[in-house]
């Protein structure tokens, strides 16, 4: 009878643990949430590709070079410790998606959505389909993700002027633990893409990518 247990418990740990938890050789790849609703997904293409090499380089974390692209409604996103959404416009998150997305970031996931101007509405509505029983509180400027290697004692740097107003980092906490970031009016992914394509100053360049880096320390290293 013992022995059945054991294979039980090992049965639903294989089950219900995620991938990236297994202790696997294997780059740890992070991914992008493709959603629908109509708003672009795809913005900053070159973002992500240089925020995991800067944290490669500055971190020693071992991210494969390129994210991939995980739908919201998909098993797979349960393969990937951190995932990014970004863009200007609607989001709209079906049910089984909204069930999908609960399960993955109670797991032991993690949300990071940068509003790239025009995201905020959208994406407050459909977290609210996730976790209807808690409000986006922001985060005060002691919090650790504003104080792993780079410190922001002022909390978000402001990357992009949009409408004036200060940059807000907001997040949902799950029995102590912070499952979604909400970057709001930084635009640290516009920040995060080649110099070229903003013409950002190098320090606001810099800034952007510094920010990005305490986020992935904090997901991956506390």
Excluded at 146 to 161: A, M, R, T, V
Excluded at 166 to 193: C, H, M, N, S
């Amino acid at each position: 009878m013992e022995n059945v247990l054991k294979i039980l418990l090992l049965v639903a740990l294989f089950v219900i643990v995620p991938r990236w938890m297994w202790g696997q050789d294997t780059k740890v790849k992070i991914a992008l949430l493709k959603y629908k609703g109509g708003g672009d997904w795809y913005a900053n293409p070159t973002s992500l590709p240089n925020l995991i090499r800067f944290c490669n380089k500055n971190l020693q974390t071992n991210l494969a070079a390129e994210p991939v692209t995980v739908e919201p409604g998909n098993r797979d996103i349960f393969n990937y410790p951190f995932v990014h959404m970004t863009g200007h416009g609607n989001v709209v998150f079906t049910p089984v998606e909204v069930q999908n997305l609960r399960e993955y970031l109670l797991a032991g996931g993690f949300l990071h959505a940068d509003d790239n101007y025009g995201l905020d509405p959208a994406f407050r509505r459909e977290m609210k389909k996730i976790f209807p029983e808690d409000e986006l509180v922001e985060l005060p400027w002691d919090h650790p993700i504003f104080n792993q290697k780079y410190k922001f004692p002022e909390g978000l740097p402001k990357i992009h002027e949009h409408d004036a107003k200060r940059p807000q980092a907001f997040g949902i906490i799950k029995e102590g633990r912070l499952v979604v970031l909400y970057t709001y009016e930084t635009d640290l992914g516009d920040g995060w893409e080649d110099p070229e394509v903003h013409k950002d100053p190098d320090m606001k360049h810099e800034q952007a990518l510094e920010m990005g880096a305490n986020i992935i320390s904090y997901v991956f290293m506390n």
